[in-house]
């Protein structure tokens, strides 16, 4: 009865069209970019071949220098994004249990998440100087309001019947929290947790060109600086690989992970 229940399997060749779709139509964008750059006839410094954009990534690897700037980026990222996240979840909580505290700092809170992080880097250069130090601020500053506003939103929106249960059969307020307030936000929370990663990686780039010597984003930089467009297209490559395996060995495992921890995700098998 189990056997007759379960999905089917999926045919081998059913799960490897898709990506071979995809990887077809990224082939077919090649050959026509490579087949127009004798037709547009412009300079390499205005456009570029695919074969000089994988000639310059060869050389940058060789020499070792696109390995080196990828982990300076990904240490920068990671730093930033798990202070942030810590410190907008724990005052989001703090601020959130508390209704004074809550009417009293929205209005701040809102008006600080609505500043892009692009208007506090030059600020953060002006206070602290070019370096890891302005960087590691601005990536936090970048995370922390989005984590801080939608955990926020998540404590002030858990049903307060399910907070009185809880009180009513003799739960402290430890328990209260951890059983019903954080289970409750926790969607909220992943929200936050998103959108400030995907801020923090676009901020990360812009303050590495105007603040690093080192990284993807100075990458991008320098290789405009010095009319290297091939190197400036590595790089932007390189940024939008990066992000793709960030959001899909970070950011997705940690949802999956949270949300069917706490019950908010059934799985197909176990519905039927």
Known sequence: MAGSLAAPAVPLRRRLERPAKGALGILLFLLAWQVSVPLVGLEPYFYPA????AAAFADLVRKGILPVYVIDSLERYAVGVAIGTFAGIVLGVLIG?????????????????????VAWIPIFVIWWGYGYKTILIALTYVVFFP?????????????QPLINAVRVLGGSRR??????VLPAAL????????????????????????????????????????QQT???????????????????FYLKPVERATVERWGLVIEADQRT
Do not use: H
């Open 230 to 248: 091939a190197r400036t297209i590595v790089g932007m490559i390189s940024v939008g690989l990066l992000w793709l395996l960030i959001d899909r």
């Open 97 to 117: 249990l508390s209704a004074t505290a809550s009417r009293l700092l929205s209005p701040t809170i809102n008006f600080l998440f609505a500043i892009v992080e």
């Open 175 to 180: 328990q209260v929290l951890a059983n019903v």
């Open 50 to 53: 695919p074969s000089d954009v």
């Open 187 to 226: 969607p909220s929370i992943i929200t936050g947790l998103r959108v400030g990663a995907g801020f923090a990686f676009r901020g990360l780039i812009f303050a590495e060109i105007v603040a690093a010597k080192t990284g993807l984003g100075y990458l991008i930089f320098e290789g405009a600086q010095t």
């Open 147 to 159: 984590v801080l506003y939608n955990t926020l939103v998540g404590v002030r929106t858990v049903p």
